[in-house]
């Protein structure tokens, strides 16, 4: 499905059936079409707009996803001298993982996450480092395929105790409910508020429009 | 309901005075920035928070969204598995051939955010990377008002997400009130990885025996931890136990996260 459609692709197409649609109604208008034109295109045209719009927002949708995935070929393993645990070029790999090793100690290093390839010369690398260090496979527990033992650290870490905690979760609820006030006064007024104070009834005849309607009390 | 009391009052008293035309702006305007503080004031630092739940059943999705804006998602950022009864908004969807209003209406739908598809390996590690990325998460969730995110993934690799967010996540909270294959694969999960003590069952009150079976059929005996029901409105019927677990899981993950330390894996 990716390779054939692609959120700009669609939109393009959204774009051009669109131009048709409008050409189509234009050239009715103008009775520079055939009848037959503007009552078997029209149809087609509106269906075909309808749905490559709702294509390109369910691919627009499905598009805005992280774009901070790692290149092909590169590798991730758990560092925990890393500030984000995080390890990103091959050149690294060998040094992180040493690192990880002489931190954590044979005892302790229970999974090395490297590129699922076995063919992967990073993997190569990682375990010919592994193996001068006397680690073998058994001690790790086996290369992992897909990264099964990939974690986050928490984000915890250097916290308040729970009391403050708490405290910061309680303002942060609070905040979070004034800003729903504002939000939906401001939204209100745009689509209830302002449209109806726009309308005719409320400019008693006047032919230009009044920011307070007919309402002299409210008229400064 | 207070909130859309207030509001209305306000509008009222003000006899629609200020309240034409561009002024509505100061309203978005200062409902952004306080939403901006709401999500710089905990500086990065909250608790992620794992939702696992049954798939497939509407109304026990609904309830659950209740109780994830209600109880969970207050203490930190909440992830779950996508399926069909929990995934982005269609309104807001919708609401996009709008433009830019709908960043003003989303949190008030308090839609529930998909932050990562995952299908492969490298959109695995870019869960990863989501996760790892505190700030955008904390404005996602006060963005979506605290709704839990959804993480979508193919067959093959929902084991796997839930795995990482196993690892990744400070508490777990589980909804075990319809346990098929899949619930069953997590609670022994749960059990193998360690993890049940910074785990809080919940389940539907309809379900209560079903929940307790499950349990004592795949957790070993005298592993059996309490379970709490919630109700079709998304109340819980022991609030107050509920909030007290609450508080127990996250003073032990503080604890467990001090500079220095790292989380255990196993």
């Given at each position: ?170 303002i942060r609820?609070?905040l979070?409910?004034l800003a ?41 | ?32 920035a306080l939403l901006f503080a709401a999500s710089i004031i ?100 006060v ?124």
């Amino acid at each position: 499905m990716q390779s054939i459609y692609s959120p700009a692709r669609a939109s393009a197409a959204s774009l051009l059936i669109f131009f048709i649609l409008v050409m189509v109604l234009l050239g009715s208008e103008a009775q520079s079409a055939p009848a037959s034109l503007s009552t078997i295109g029209l149809p087609i045209a509106l269906a075909s707009t309808l749905y490559f719009s709702v294509r390109w927002i369910s691919l627009a949708r499905s598009s805005h996803q992280p774009q901070r995935s790692l290149p092909a070929g590169s590798t991730v393993s758990f560092d925990p001298a890393a500030p984000r645990g995080w390890t990103t070029s091959a050149q690294d790999h060998a040094a992180k993982v040493e690192n990880t090793v002489a931190a954590l100690g044979n005892d302790e290093l229970i999974a090395v996450y490297v590129h699922p390839d076995s063919s992967s010369p990073v993997r190569a690398q990682a375990s010919q480092e592994l193996t001068s260090r006397g680690i073998t496979s058994d001690d790790i527990g086996g290369w992992m395929p897909s990264a099964e033992r990939l974690f986050v650290p928490s984000a915890l870490q250097g916290s308040s105790p729970l009391p403050a905690y708490l405290a910061t979760v309680r303002i942060r609820t609070t905040l979070m409910e004034l800003a729903r006030f504002f939000l939906i006064a401001g939204v209100a007024n745009f689509f209830v508020v302002y449209p109806i104070l726009r309308t005719s009834i409320f400019r008693c005849g006047s032919t230009r429009p009044s920011r307070f309607g007919c309402f002299p009390l409210l008229s400064r | 309901m207070i909130v859309l009391a207030l509001t209305f009052g306000t509008m009222v008293l003000t006899g629609l005075r200020f309240w034409t035309g561009p002024d509505g702006w100061i309203f978005l305007g200062a409902g952004y920035a306080l939403l901006f503080a709401a999500s710089i004031i905990s500086r990065g630092k909250r608790a992620r928070i794992l939702l696992l739940r049954p798939f497939g059943k509407a109304t026990m999705s609904a309830a659950l969204e209740r109780v994830a804006r209600r109880y969970i998602g207050p203490f930190g950022s909440v992830f779950t598995l996508s399926d069909r009864n929990f995934r982005p908004s269609l309104t807001l969807d919708l609401l996009k051939l709008f433009g830019q209003m709908r960043h003003f209406v989303a949190p008030l739908l308090r839609p529930s955010l998909r932050v990562a598809s995952v299908w492969n390996d490298a959109s695995y590690r870019g869960l990863a990377s989501t996760l790892a990325n505190n700030a955008i998460l904390d404005f996602k969730s006060v963005y979506s008002g605290g709704q839990a995110f959804n993480v979508a993934s193919a067959n093959n690799w929902w084991k796997n997400c839930i795995d990482l967010l196993l690892h990744s996540t400070d508490i777990i909270v589980m909804d075990i009130s319809r346990v098929q294959d899949g619930s069953a694969w997590e609670i022994v999960r749960l059990f193998r990885r360690d993890a049940l003590d910074r785990t809080i069952f919940i389940a539907h009150v309809d379900h209560p025996e079903h929940a307790q079976q499950a349990l004592e059929k795949h957790l070993p005996a005298g592993a059996s931890p309490p379970i709490l029901l919630y109700d079709q409105t998304g109340q819980f019927m022991q609030a107050d136990q509920f909030e007290q677990a609450i508080d127990e899981a996250l003073s032990k993950a503080l604890s467990r996260t001090e500079p220095g330390e790292s989380p255990a894996i196993r």
